[in-house]
């Protein structure tokens, strides 16, 4: 059951190969559209998730059930106020870094930074231990870095490639994605430092492999991840706690 997080900017490809490896394996795959959906579910409902035991889970309905868990442990299932998934929880799990919402500068907003981003590793380590799942995003590979069962991998690209990816997936123009990128590029840096303390979210030494998409063809780097997956998983993938060799 192979477990894969992947990092890296903005149009940077692993939008690509994340769905790509996903299919694959036969493998989960979660990126924050997906948290969106459940997240929202999740905030409007939770008793909707049970009124479907009859007919195989969709993947929202599977991460919705992890949400779920996370709710009932903390006892406040089907009560408004939940500390951690709250109404605040849904931007942090789902939107683009720039759009995240900003801490009111209080005493009291490094208590809500610490709920926010313990919601979210909480998420991320139960989508990691239901096994088989590909995860884009959201620190993933930070937050599961000492989990050694965790293939963590980096995709970058060239800037131009990266501008050439948000004109058409988003249908901007040219000196509009460039805009985009350097916004979310900052924004992106901001919510590393502010949240794992990390100035560099790209050092290669986070991964245990970075691939460069304007120069690999994504098929053949889908081959690699899913080689270097296994190789973790057999023991052949010689790794020591929290960073690669």
Request: negative net charge.
């Amino acid at each position: 059951m192979a477990v894969i997080a992947l990092g890296g900017l903005t149009g940077g490809g692993g939008r690509v190969l994340g769905p790509l490896v996903a299919r694959r394996l036969g493998a989960d795959y979660v990126d924050r559209l997906i948290l969106t959906d459940v997240a929202r579910e999740v905030g409007a409902t939770v008793e909707a998730l049970h009124q479907r035991e009859e007919r195989p889970p969709t993947r929202g309905e599977k991460f919705g059930k992890v949400l779920q868990r996370i709710l009932e442990r903390s006892a406040v299932t089907g009560v408004g106020g939940d500390p951690y998934f709250g109404p605040g929880i849904t931007p942090f799990l789902s939107e683009e870094y720039e759009d995240l919402p900003q801490p009111t500068i209080t005493r009291g907003h490094e208590l809500e930074d610490e709920r926010y981003i313990e919601a979210i590793s909480t998420v991320m380590r139960e989508v990691a231990a239901s096994g088989n799942a590909v995860i884009v995003g959201r620190g993933g590979y930070i937050i599961l870095r000492d989990n050694p069962e965790v293939l963590r991998v980096g995709v970058v690209a060239d800037f131009e490639d990266r501008v050439l990816t948000i004109m058409g997936r988003e249908h901007l123009e040219h000196d509009e994605a460039e805009r985009v990128i350097l916004d979310r590029d900052e924004a992106r840096a901001l919510y590393f430092q502010r949240f794992f303390g990390i100035d560099e979210p790209d050092n290669p030494v986070l991964y245990h492999l970075v691939i460069n998409s304007s120069a690999v063809d994504m098929e053949y780097a889908a081959a690699v991840v899913i080689e270097a997956s296994e190789a973790l998983r057999s023991g052949k993938l010689l790794v020591r706690r929290g960073a690669a060799v």
